[in-house]
């Protein structure tokens, strides 16, 4: 079971704390009255209305699009920005021949999400390198294997997989990576593999757009894309005016057919047999503001049936999303405010060399084939001309969030959608809870007000959308590095020179507030519930101005709301943990209080790759020992691969990297096999 904080216990610290203690003059200012904390912005209604027709749809998207449209396509120069990802371990149905094993960490319990390794205690399957493999617990060796990449693709594609009996979901994001913040341009497709006896792909799903993320619920799984219109915008010479590249993009977009906007599905089967499905334009929504540059598109697969009589039964939206949130009943779809150059800026125009050709007529748009992937909206246009770049307005940061009824098989359900101000951290920045949706937000965090930001928690009533209450002015001049939501309390960490970890009451929807709040150097970057009124952070240490000194793994003793302490921290100087941006790299099983951390270490011009062992006590983190994997070679040289995930099963830990997965003693970590992955 998902080990929690008890409701019950954490309402009862609250009466008591609330009871008990009186709130100082700043969080009497902070908590009364949300709106002396920071600027307060009416919140309007999001309603996704559906297309009549073909043709409404055609007319929207062009006429969203085109004032949209920049002189260098959809929005300003794209600038790359890593950001923290990606809970205890869910655990399944086993029988009693079944080993006791951990699985993947997950947000929510009973809502899968894609990862590099799973495992039913019997089998433990991963991907890597574009091959499946399935591993045999008992027998400690590689039992079956299946390539999944093309001739002539890389050997490293990234891919995670969704596992649900004997039937596996390998979901592929062509040979880059996609953050989050930008629109993935990848060759993805998913694969739908029988793990029964020998490996065999049954269907490859081949969507228009790239991959964004995906749940499952029981079998089900809904995929979420974002496609952006199939078009290349003109070509045009320097010298010509930013108003006058924009002018001709707008008239290509206004010339373009409904087919360059259409998200469409490629389904092949097993026997090679290739079928196109097309989204009905009556399934395609949209809000009263988009921008007509993207749309997201919720594809549902059962994996006990398969795809190739029921398709994936899409629906559409007419709207950005980058962060994907699930429950049981619902799937929540947010799309983060653009962090880059708004889409509606305008440069002035430097002087520029006098044209020595004529302006161009207005070309006619060439369209790509609907197979390729979607090019990007400024790699066809020509380089911007060097200029002294101004400062762009500020737009208002806000944060449109969608809710989809998932509680029933078929397509999910459009029910509501809501907008707040601010930009989340991930998918931890959402929690559903009692009927509400909690969202934790910063603005001014976007480098131009980086001074003002701040941190606030909405609290939405589900069924509409609509806010209830707020609380605000949380780490004034910081941003959000982590979020966790545990029934009615919340954790919200802010940083730029001190992490300074808040306590939230959210009992009442309607007045939530701000309870307590300590402040040590460094952060945590991700919180894990560790029951009995503790919490586990992992994050860095750092120096009181800020800068970072290496992994560190804290225990708070969160009993009194009032008053949260740590009680202990390990520090690990000049190292870094992958569990700080994607939680699925951490693992924590409380039966015994074991707890493994990936690091990398750099000290004196070495470097060393492991996993780190620690003990969670009632009230200390011990290091246990480094698990590490053996050299890999590369040519005549040889490095030592990062550990990646770790799972327990039985009495058993394994660690899996890109070179094989060992096993080891979960107790007193003895080598116990190497599994190479050859």
């Known amino acids: 079971m998902k080990t929690l904080i008890r409701t019950a216990m954490a309402a009862a610290a609250l009466l008591t704390a609330t009871a008990a203690c009186t709130p100082s003059a700043g969080d009497s200012a902070r908590n009364a009255d949300p709106s002396t904390a920071f600027p307060k912005r009416r919140l309007d209604a999001v309603r996704l209305v559906a297309y009549r027709g073909c043709d409404e749809m055609l007319a929207g998207l062009r006429e969203h699009a085109a004032k949209s449209v920049g002189p260098w396509g959809f929005g300003g120069p794209r600038l790359l920005r890593m950001k923290p990802e990606d809970t205890a371990m869910s655990t399944e149905a086993k029988t009693a021949d079944t080993p006791d094993h951990s699985t993947t960490n997950v947000h929510e319990a009973g809502v899968d999400e894609p990862d590099l390794v799973k495992t039913d205690g019997n089998r433990v399957i991963t991907v890597s390198g574009g091959t499946l493999r399935v591993i045999d617990t008992a027998t400690r060796k590689v039992t079956a294997s299946l390539k999944l990449t093309k001739d002539g693709e890389p050997g490293y594609v990234p891919a995670e997989l969704l596992v649900s009996g004997d039937r596996a979901l390998v979901l592929m994001r ?130 006990a049936q398969g795809v190739t009589t029921a398709g994936t039964d899409p629906i559409s939206l007419a709207a950005d999303g980058d962060i994907v949130y699930g429950t049981g009943q619902s799937l929540y779809v947010a799309s983060n405010p653009h962090w880059w150059w708004p889409d509606d800026v305008i440069l002035e125009d430097t002087p520029q060399a006098p044209a020595t050709e004529p302006a161009p007529e207005e070309p006619t748009p060439s369209v790509t084939s609907p197979s390729e992937p979607a090019p990007s909206a400024t790699a066809s246009v020509s380089e911007p001309p060097r200029k002294q770049m101004p400062s762009p307005a500020v737009r208002p940061e806000e944060t449109q969030v969608h809710r989809f009824d998932i509680g029933r098989p ?204 620690l003990k969670i006590g009632d009230s200390a983190v011990t290091k246990l020992g480094l698990i590490t994997h053996p050299p890999m070679r590369q040519g005549r040289s040889a490095y030592q691969p990062g550990i990646q995930r770790s799972i327990v099963i039985g009495d058993t830990l394994w660690t899996v990297s890109e070179g094989g997965v060992k096993v080891n003693d979960a107790a007193s970590l003895a080598d116990r096999a190497w599994i190479p992955f050859n």
């Not at 629109?183 to 006896?197: Q, W």
């Not at 943990?577 to 409380?590: N, V």
């Open 174 to 303: 062509g040979g880059e990576i996609a953050y989050k913040a930008i629109a993935p341009m990848g060759d993805t497709r998913y694969l739908l593999v029988d793990l029964a006896g020998e490996p065999k792909t049954l269907s490859t799903i081949k969507p228009r757009g790239g991959h964004v993320d995906a749940r499952m619920v029981g079998s089900t799984v809904r995929l979420v894309t974002r496609s952006q219109p199939d078009f290349t915008f003109p070509q045009v010479r320097d010298g010509v005016s930013d108003k006058e590249r924009k002018r001709l993009n707008q008239a290509a977009i206004r010339r373009a057919p409904i087919d360059a906007w259409l998200p469409k599905v490629e389904i092949t089967d097993a026997s090679g047999a290739v079928r196109t499905d097309s989204v009905a334009c009556e399934k395609v929504s949209h809000p009263a503001d988009y921008t007509g540059a993207s749309l997201l598109t919720v594809h549902s697969i059962d994996l």
């Open 410 to 613: 078929g397509a999910p359900v459009y029910a509501a959608s809501g907008k707040v101000p601010g930009r989340l951290l991930n998918q931890y920045s959402l929690s559903e809870h009692d009927g509400h949706l909690r969202v934790a937000t910063t603005t001014g965090s976007d480098g131009q007000r980086q001074s003002q930001s701040q941190s606030q928690v909405h609290v939405l009533r589900a069924a509409d959308m609509t806010q209830v209450g707020e609380v605000g002015g949380l780490g004034k001049g910081e941003q959000i590095y982590s979020v966790r939501f545990i029934g009615p309390v919340g954790y919200v960490v802010t940083f730029k020179q001190v992490d300074p970890l808040y306590t939230l009451d959210l009992r009442d929807p309607a007045a939530p507030k701000v309870t307590g709040e300590l402040k040590i150097t460094g952060y945590s970057a991700y919180l894990h519930p560790a029951g009995d009124g503790r919490l586990i952070g992992i994050g860095q240490e750092a120096s009181e101005q800020g800068r970072t000194l290496g992994t560190q793994v804290s225990l708070f003793d969160v009993r009194d709301p009032a008053n949260p302490r740590r009680m202990s921290q390990l520090f690990q100087k000049d190292s870094g943990s992958e569990a700080e941006w994607d939680p699925h790299a951490f693992l924590y099983w409380p039966k015994t209080g074991l707890a493994v951390v990936p690091i990398s270490s750099y000290a004196q011009e070495s470097y060393q790759a492991g996993a780190l062992a």
